[in-house]
T-cell receptor, first 110, second 115 residues
């Protein structure tokens, strides 16, 4: 099976813009989670989707949002970008108790 | 509050030497415990996991970890390190409720391997 794929791999945006990141889970996996990784804060949980419903949300402002489609693909959106949003955004799909991570999208906000 | 502590930010070992990376957690019940490895520019790869049963678990790439409930620890070990093991290692705990996907990660330990 193909692994978790994330597009794009790299993004450069400017403050105030918005961005959409995409994640395709492993075939058959219905749960997708998103994490933000920064040098200062480490790996932090953003949200989890299962069957198109958000089940969990981390402690992030409302500028961070997401959705899941009927084919389990997921997108996350960040509006009104700030410099502090520069990070590696990781998507993970779940099989039982195991999470499988994608390579991430590196977002740089200038 | 739930938390994971990895006391060592950086560790340097010689190739062929043994390795132990420390992980302590704070959690109200028996947690699900994981070790992940991240190479530069890559995502996270699962090395091993503990859910229940035998407290010594074997993983990929020759790694093992031991769950010690009395010490709230889940230390990662490898008897002989290879240069390709240089990477960052993350310990994580997953709650039993609220969805298994919500992993809490430690800050990571960056491993350097000297030839």
């Amino acid at each position: 099976k193909a692994g978790v794929t994330q597009t794009p791999r790299y993004l450069i945006k400017t403050r105030g813009q918005q961005v959409t990141l995409s994640c395709s889970p492993i075939s058959g996996h219905r749960s997708v989670s998103w994490y933000q990784q920064t040098p200062g804060q480490g790996l932090q949980f953003l949200f989890e989707y299962f069957s198109e419903t958000q089940r969990n949300k981390g402690n992030f402002p409302g500028r961070f949002s997401g959705r899941q489609f009927s084919n389990s693909r997921s997108e996350m959106n960040v509006s009104t970008l700030e410099l502090g949003d520069s990070a590696l955004y990781l998507c993970a799909s779940r099989d039982g108790y195991e999470q499988f991570f994608g390579p991430g999208t590196r977002l740089t906000v200038l | 509050a739930q938390s994971v502590t990895q006391p060592d930010i950086h560790i340097t070992v010689s190739e062929g030497a043994s390795l132990e990376l420390r992980c302590n957690y704070s959690y109200g019940a028996t947690p699900y415990l994981f070790w992940y490895v991240q190479s530069p520019g890559q995502g996270l790869q699962l090395l091993l996991k503990y859910f229940s049963g035998d407290t010594l678990v074997q993983g990929i790439k020759g790694f093992e970890a031991e769950f010690k409930r009395s010490q709230s620890s889940f230390n990662l070990r490898k008897p002989s390190v290879h240069w390709s093991d240089a990477a960052e290692y993350f310990c994580a705990v997953g709650p039993l409720s609220g969805g298994y996907n919500k992993l809490i990660f430690g800050a990571g330990t960056r491993l350097a391997v000297h030839p």
